[in-house]
């Protein structure tokens, strides 16, 4: 199931909820930013395809899109991007050159339909000024999330996502704990890195944040967070380098969950 929610009056979030058995839900989430020139921020997951289109369509025609923001190429966040580059001739791309070296080994983009921005560059889009960002953690090299002037919004790819037990439409209505646990959880799944990281040099990239202030902060893997919450979600993602490292089930466990799985279907 893909929905949809508004979350600015020209910023609509289409989501969907991935189950990890034994840990809970990873919320996937992709953008729709609309204006003289609008774009969309992500694909949606290649699990999801199916799903994804008739949501997309229900708060945009596909074929008003003009850009596509990929923060990066993993598979839940390129899902329809070939589909939409088919259907939409003047859809372009919006990568880094890493994004479009990666996609060349799968499934090559349309050089003359892709558009090169670095971290620190600003492009601008019809009625748009959007800045590249590296955000503080990330899960794949080729990862750009951008700030836009005009909603004040930071789109932050994987960074501040968070496993949670239930996906509510704001992550202000998460409790103060049920943040903190998904989202250093998260963490240490997703930038396992962290735990090695130097301190103070991860500090100034989280002061780099705060600088920022944003009004928003969109996570694909996090409800909608208001801007006041962003103090809330630094702090959480400081407390992920010394937090328990990640270790996920073992061989072992995996056939005990297969038993279960076999016992329970007979
Ligand atoms: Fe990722
Ligand atoms: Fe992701």
Redesign the pocket.
Same mark, same amino acid.
């Given at each position: 199931m893909v929905n949809s929610y508004k979350v600015a009056p020209d910023i609509e979030v289409l989501t969907s909820n991935f189950p990890i058995p034994g840990y809970g839900l990873v919320p996937i989430n992709a953008f729709v930013i609309k204006g003289s020139e609008p774009i969309l921020v992500d694909t949606g997951a290649v699990l999801d395809r199916e799903r994804f289109m008739p949501a997309l369509r229900s708060v945009i025609d596909p074929a008003d899109l003009r850009w596509i923001w990929l923060t *990066?190429t &993993?598979f &839940? *966040?390129t899902g329809s991007l070939h589909q939409l580059l088919a259907e939409n001739p003047q859809l372009r791309v919006i990568t880094t050159f890493l994004g479009m070296g990666i996609m060349s080994l799968a499934a090559p983009l349309p050089l003359d339909r892709i558009r090169l921005v670095n971290p620190g560059q600003t492009i601008t889009v019809g009625n748009r000024t959007l800045t590249a960002v590296k955000p503080p953690a990330? &899960?794949?090299p080729c990862?750009t999330g951008f700030y836009d002037e005009k909603s004040g919004v930071f789109f932050s !790819? %994987?960074c501040f996502g968070a496993l949670l037990q239930a996906v509510p439409q704001s992550a202000a209505d998460l409790s103060d704990t049920d943040l903190l646990d998904g989202q250093v959880l998260w963490a240490t799944v %997703?930038s396992p890195w962290l735990h090695t990281v130097n301190r103070d040099a991860f500090a100034r990239q989280l002061d780099g944040i705060r600088k920022m202030a944003p009004k928003m902060v969109l996570s !694909?893997h996090l409800p909608a967070a208001p801007g006041h919450m962003t103090e809330r979600l630094l702090a959480s993602l400081a407390a992920a380098p010394t937090a328990q490292p990640f270790v996920g089930p073992d061989q072992a466990a995996l056939e005990q969950m297969l038993a279960g799985m076999t016992g329970a279907s007979r």
């Amino acid at each position: 199931m893909v929905n949809s929610y508004k979350v600015a009056p020209d910023i609509e979030v289409l989501t969907s909820n991935f189950p990890i058995p034994g840990y809970g839900l990873v919320p996937i989430n992709a953008f729709v930013i609309k204006g003289s020139e609008p774009i969309l921020v992500d694909t949606g997951a290649v699990l999801d395809r199916e799903r994804f289109m008739p949501a997309l369509r229900s708060v945009i025609d596909p074929a008003d899109l003009r850009w596509i923001w990929l923060t *990066h190429t &993993d598979f &839940d *966040h390129t899902g329809s991007l070939h589909q939409l580059l088919a259907e939409n001739p003047q859809l372009r791309v919006i990568t880094t050159f890493l994004g479009m070296g990666i996609m060349s080994l799968a499934a090559p983009l349309p050089l003359d339909r892709i558009r090169l921005v670095n971290p620190g560059q600003t492009i601008t889009v019809g009625n748009r000024t959007l800045t590249a960002v590296k955000p503080p953690a990330f &899960d794949n090299p080729c990862t750009t999330g951008f700030y836009d002037e005009k909603s004040g919004v930071f789109f932050s !790819s %994987d960074c501040f996502g968070a496993l949670l037990q239930a996906v509510p439409q704001s992550a202000a209505d998460l409790s103060d704990t049920d943040l903190l646990d998904g989202q250093v959880l998260w963490a240490t799944v %997703d930038s396992p890195w962290l735990h090695t990281v130097n301190r103070d040099a991860f500090a100034r990239q989280l002061d780099g944040i705060r600088k920022m202030a944003p009004k928003m902060v969109l996570s !694909s893997h996090l409800p909608a967070a208001p801007g006041h919450m962003t103090e809330r979600l630094l702090a959480s993602l400081a407390a992920a380098p010394t937090a328990q490292p990640f270790v996920g089930p073992d061989q072992a466990a995996l056939e005990q969950m297969l038993a279960g799985m076999t016992g329970a279907s007979r």
